[in-house]
């Protein structure tokens, strides 16, 4: 399984490295995973293969870069190099059934508890419609949008929570990776290990929030796996505070785990003509099966979010940054 890094140098720039057990081979000519996607595009030959073309005999130790002890620093691991504007980040929710349940708990009140809320019919009815059969148009998922590529956050960076914000959180999930070709069709380049991060408290006031509720940073990476198996994957979310877990909750994602597939999920994605432009990137988050939040922790400034995920490389590792100085009222100037 080919995993990769996007890394950074004050000096020598960008560096594109194949994670090779304790170190990373450095590519000899693209710079940029997107690059290197292009080009496998133009040649008409895989990813791995264009990796495997492209690989040269610089080395260096992964250990300090991860650690953030080098002066090589890791980036998100797919971006758009050059136009963050047109990297577009956005996701999809109810797609795992501990997250619906979470959604009912939060949305429900005495007085309805008994009655079935629009969160948990819209995750019923993916359950009865999300898994069509090959070429078929399953229903669609809940949808949300995050942001450009200026919000995205790389391993070992804070996700910030605002000064407007009511709370921050994290939501362990994988992200799909995309590129759209010159003849405009989406191509998937690969998946990360994702921390989608939300404003869970905000959410909670009323469903109808859970549009602003998502439009914060978020964390891929620290590597892209290329080719995944997307059947049954296993991880741990976890909260450290001054080095001691205070939260863990083992989690679960892939196709056998969601009431969506995977090909139902980019459909509703991509059908849209304006998420097909060519030379954009999509970075979609497939959905979270548990967070803190959800179990009544409340995460401190300061705390360590981990997102593990078995098959798709270290972990991602972020801190959470809560500014403290009250929203400041934004106006607007008339031309």
């Not at 229903?139 to 450009?148: I, L």
């Not at 408290?201 to 990476?221: D, F």
């Not at 059908?271 to 988050?285: I, Q, S, W």
Request: net charge negative; charged share 25%; glycine share 10%.
């Amino acid at each position: 399984m080919v995993r990769l890094v996007q890394i950074s140098h004050p000096e020598q720039g960008r560096r594109v490295g194949q994670v090779c057990g304790d170190q990373l081979v450095l590519l000899r000519q693209y710079r940029t995973v997107y690059d290197l996607a292009m080009a496998a595009i133009g040649n008409a030959v895989t990813l791995v293969e264009s990796v495997r073309a492209d690989t040269g005999d610089e080395r260096i130790d992964y250990d300090p870069v991860y650690e953030g002890r080098s002066s090589w620093r890791l980036l998100p691991c797919f971006d758009h190099p050059m136009e963050p504007s047109r990297c577009h980040v956005s996701g999809t929710g109810l797609t795992h059934k501990a997250s619906a349940l979470n959604r009912q708990a939060m949305h429900e009140s005495a007085d309805d508890e008994q009655e079935m809320t629009d969160s948990m019919q819209m995750f019923q009815w993916g359950l009865e419609r999300g898994h069509a059969s090959t070429g078929a148009i399953g229903v669609q998922p809940e949808w949300f949008y995050k942001g450009n590529g200026s919000i995205l956050r790389a391993h070992g960076e804070a996700l910030e929570v605002p000064s407007f914000a009511d709370d921050g959180g994290e939501e362990g999930e994988v992200a799909g990776l995309y590129l759209i070709d010159p003849d405009g069709h989406p191509r998937r380049v690969g998946m990360a290990i994702g921390n989608e991060f939300a404003d869970h408290v905000m959410e909670k006031k009323n469903y109808l929030y859970l549009a602003p509720s998502k439009l914060r940073a978020s964390a891929i990476g620290p590597e892209l796996i290329a080719h995944p198996i997307y059947e049954d994957v296993r991880g741990t979310a976890r909260v450290e505070r001054q080095g001691r877990v205070v939260w863990s909750h083992d989690i679960a994602t892939g196709e056998r785990n969601m009431c969506h597939s995977l090909a139902n999920l980019e459909h509703h994605q991509f059908k849209y003509e304006a998420h097909r432009r060519p030379g954009d990137v999509h970075v979609h988050f497939y959905g979270a099966d548990a967070f803190s939040f959800g179990a009544g922790f409340a995460l401190e400034d300061g705390d360590i979010m981990q997102i593990e995920w078995q098959q798709f490389g270290r972990p991602l590792r972020n801190p959470i940054r809560i500014d403290r100085k009250g929203p400041a009222f934004v106006g607007v100037k008339a031309l």
